[in-house]
Nanobody
Framework: QVQLIESGGGSVQAGGSLNLSCEVAERIFHPISIMGWYRQPPGKEREFIANIISAGSTNYAASVKGRFTIFLLINKRTTTLQMNSLKPEDTAVYYC?????????WGQGTQVTVSS
């Protein structure tokens, strides 16, 4: 497993935007296979939001498609999640998830709160 550092998040009104970032905080020796984001709304299960494969293809949950965009920075160790047109139902703790060298790692989570 690798250490991940998340940043971004916070509070915003409905319709607003936020960006999240996740960086692999240690030296790596192989390309990262997948970088992605999950979220856990209050009282609910953790759910998939988006991911980006090392070759550049992306996947999105239906609930965020068209509003959220995932990027892999040129350093290949940082992913950002651009979140637009936020809704109150997007309120959750957002977690970065990375598949590297056959193991999954999780970030510490960052709170996103969207008020109506």
């Amino acid at each position: 497993q690798v250490q991940l550092i998340e940043s971004g998040g916070g509070s915003v009104q409905a319709g607003g935007s936020l960006n999240l970032s996740c960086e692999v905080a240690e030296r790596i020796f192989h390309p990262i296979s997948i970088m992605g984001w999950y979220r856990q709304p209050p009282g609910k299960e953790r759910e998939f939001i988006a991911n980006i494969i090392s070759a550049g293809s992306t996947n999105y949950a239906a609930s965020v498609k068209g509003r959220f965009t995932i990027f892999l920075l040129i350093n290949k160790r940082t992913t950002t999640l651009q979140m637009n047109s936020l809704k109150p139902e997007d309120t959750a703790v957002y977690y970065c998830n990375v598949l590297y060298d056959g193991d999954y790692s999780w970030g510490q989570g960052t709170q996103v709160t969207v008020s109506s």
